[in-house]
C-alpha cells in the first residue's frame, strides 16, 4: 500500500517489559513524526525526524522513550521499562518535507500495559 | 500550553444540517490544519490553511481564519451520516521548529 503503516496495530504487554513501535512513512516523505494520544484526547507531539536526524527530543515525555530513524524510512519508537500510563495510541505521521504540509496519518499502535 | 483548542467538545447535528466548530490558540502561527479521525483510525488530512490567508473552501468544508483573534472555524455544509467523526485542528507556531500542536477535538454525531 501507499500510506503510512505503523506495526504492531495493538499490543498488550506486562509493566516493566520494553516494547519497541514501527513506522513506515509514505516512500520519498523525508519529515516523520510521532505522536501520542490518549483515550479521548488530543494528540501529544513526541518527536520530529527530518531524515534521519531527530533535532528536537524535548516532546518525549521521559528518558525511557527514544526513537530511530534509519536510512531516512523506518523509525522505531521504544519504550523501556513500560509503566501503565504509557497506555495510549502512539501514531505516526510522514509528510514530503517539513513546515507547510499536511501530515498523512498511520492508524496508529494501541499499547495496553497490563 | 500553545495547543489549539476545539469548541465545541461535541456536536450532534441531523443530516442536512450546517455543523461549525472553531478552534483557538495562543502563540502566532504559520499555518493551521483540519483533520478528521474516525473511530479506531489515523487521522486524516482535510485543509491548510496559511496565516495569510482569511478563508478556503474544499467541497463542502469552508475553513477561515482570524489572526487578530488567534482563532478558525471548520463549516461542514449539508452534512452526512458519513461525516460523523472527531475533528481536530493543529497549528506550527513562529519558532515552533515543526512541532505540531493538536487540539483535544470535537466529536461531530450526524444523524441519519
Known amino acids: 500500500g501507499a500510506g503510512v503503516s505503523q506495526s504492531p496495530s495493538n499490543k498488550v504487554t506486562e509493566k516493566g517489559k520494553d516494547v519497541e513501535l514501527r513506522c513506515d512513512p509514505i516512500s520519498g516523505h523525508t519529515a516523520l513524526y510521532w505522536y501520542r494520544q490518549s483515550l479521548g484526547q488530543g494528540l501529544e507531539f513526541l518527536i520530529y525526524?527530518?531524515?534521519?536526524?531527530?533535532?528536537?527530543k524535548s516532546g518525549l515525555p521521559s528518558d525511557r522513550f527514544s526513537a530511530e530513524r534509519t536510512g531516512g524510512s523506518v523509525s522505531t519508537l521504544t519504550i523501556q521499562r513500560t509503566q501503565q500510563e504509557d497506555s495510549a495510541v502512539y501514531l505516526c505521521?510522514?509528510?514530503?518535507?517539513?513546515?507547510?504540509?499536511?501530515?498523512?496519518f498511520g492508524d496508529g499502535t494501541r499499547l495496553s500495559i497490563l | 500550553s500553545q495547543q489549539g483548542e476545539e469548541d465545541p467538545q461535541a456536536l450532534s447535528i441531523q443530516e442536512g444540517e450546517n455543523a461549525t466548530m472553531n478552534c483557538s490558540y495562543k502563540?502566532?502561527?504559520?499555518?493551521l490544519q483540519w483533520y478528521r479521525q474516525n473511530s479506531g483510525r489515523g487521522l486524516v488530512h482535510l485543509i491548510l490553511i496559511r496565516s495569510n490567508e482569511r478563508e478556503k473552501h474544499s467541497g463542502r468544508l469552508r475553513v477561515t481564519l482570524d489572526t487578530s483573534k488567534k482563532s478558525s472555524s471548520l463549516l461542514i455544509t449539508a452534512s452526512r451520516a458519513a461525516d460523523t467523526a472527531s475533528y481536530f485542528c493543529a497549528t506550527d507556531h513562529i519558532g515552533g521548529f515543526n512541532k505540531f500542536y493538536f487540539g483535544s477535538g470535537t466529536k461531530l454525531n450526524v444523524k441519519p
Open positions: 525526524f527530518q531524515g534521519n536526524s531527530a533535532p528536537d
Open positions: 505521521a510522514s509528510s514530503p518535507q517539513m513546515g507547510n504540509q499536511p501530515q498523512h
Open positions: 502563540t502566532s502561527i504559520n499555518n
